[in-house]
């Protein structure tokens, strides 16, 4: 369960922006495993409303789609039923740091956008991203590929045109995030290789909807990034009136157009890709 996210009551609007980026780039990732990609079974820890294991289930043999949200899993198993009914997908209700499957059964790991919501601390090194990476080890056959799909800290900072309307909270979620070198030698320390980082510079998270100005303002377009559930009330009411004050003045379109430019050079999100020792 997200640590700061109310995820059954954003599993009603979670698709109206969200899509799955980077999908070519996970391929490309997992085609390194240890059997050839249409022989796997591939895990989707935190598989929310299933974007990425429906854009992926065509590629491999089977998929685990595990999360704690019943609302986010409902949602995902209504797209793919016949899938389910074929056994190419199977649906669990069960936490990350505790995967229902056996040790060494899985061929590849897919984690996407997800660790920042543990209840973790920072100060302590994110013990529970840890123990997460850990038990991504344990499922994993030997030469078995793990993608993290998350956001570095200077994507977090340059990659939205909307970050810098809620500069104190954005500070509060790049803590979330554990640095880019940090992840990664956690990634090493529970006994992986790791194989690349990719970041898919054209994709926003929040398809064409992520350029609408005036999206603050509307409920179920901040459904589609949990950052804004990190807002108090009246953090909220101050964000939105700017917005209609420079709106009022024309000046909305140019505050997205300037805060965005940066985006392109660093992008939302990045991929790494790890196999197993
Ligand atoms: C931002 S959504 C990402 C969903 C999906 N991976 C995607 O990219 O569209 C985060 C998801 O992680 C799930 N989640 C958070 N913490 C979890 C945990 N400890 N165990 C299982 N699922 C968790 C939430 O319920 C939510 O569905």
Same mark, same amino acid.
């Given at each position: %369960? ?56 065509? =590629?491999? $043999? ?13 949602? $995902? ?5 016949? $899938? ?7 649906? =669990? ?16 790991? %897919?984690?996407?956008?997800?660790? #920042? ?59 979330? =995030? $554990? ?28 398809? =064409? ?36 004050? %420079? ?17 392109? #050079? ?12």
């Amino acid at each position: %369960m997200s640590s700061y996210e109310d995820y059954t009551a954003t599993s009603a609007h979670y698709d109206a922006t969200r899509v799955p980026i980077g999908t070519e780039i996970i391929l490309g990732c997992l085609a390194r495993g240890p059997r050839p990609l249409s022989e796997q079974v591939l895990v989707d820890a935190g598989c929310g409303t299933g974007n990425y294991s429906r854009a992926l289930l065509d =590629h491999v $043999a089977h998929i685990a789609a595990v999360d704690m949200n019943d609302a986010m899993l409902g949602v $995902a198993r209504a797209k793919m039923e016949e $899938a389910e009914v074929a056994g190419r997908i199977g649906f =669990h209700r069960a936490a990350i740091d505790c995967l229902p499957m056996d040790s060494i059964s899985a061929d590849a790991v %897919m984690i996407n956008q997800v660790l #920042h919501h543990l209840p973790d601390d920072a100060s302590k090194g994110y013990p529970l991203m840890r123990k997460v990476i850990g038990e991504f080890a344990r499922v994993l056959r030997p030469g078995g590929v793990l993608v993290v799909n998350f956001c570095s800290h200077e994507q977090l900072r340059r990659g939205w045109w909307f970050f810098p309307l809620i500069e104190a909270t954005a500070e509060r979620m790049i803590e979330r =995030h $554990a640095p880019l070198l940090e992840l990664e030698s956690m990634i090493v320390a529970s006994g992986f290789d790791l194989c690349g980082r990719f970041v898919p510079t054209d994709a926003v998270m929040q398809g =064409h909807s992520y350029y609408d100005p005036r999206g603050p303002l509307d409920a179920t377009w901040r459904a589609g990034d949990s950052v804004w559930a990190m807002l108090s009330a009246a953090e909220l009411e101050q964000v939105q009136k700017r917005v209609r004050d %420079m709106d009022a003045r024309g000046e909305l379109e140019n505050f997205v157009a300037d805060h965005d430019a940066e985006r392109v #050079h660093v992008g939302q999100a990045t991929f790494l890709c790890a196999r197993r020792r």
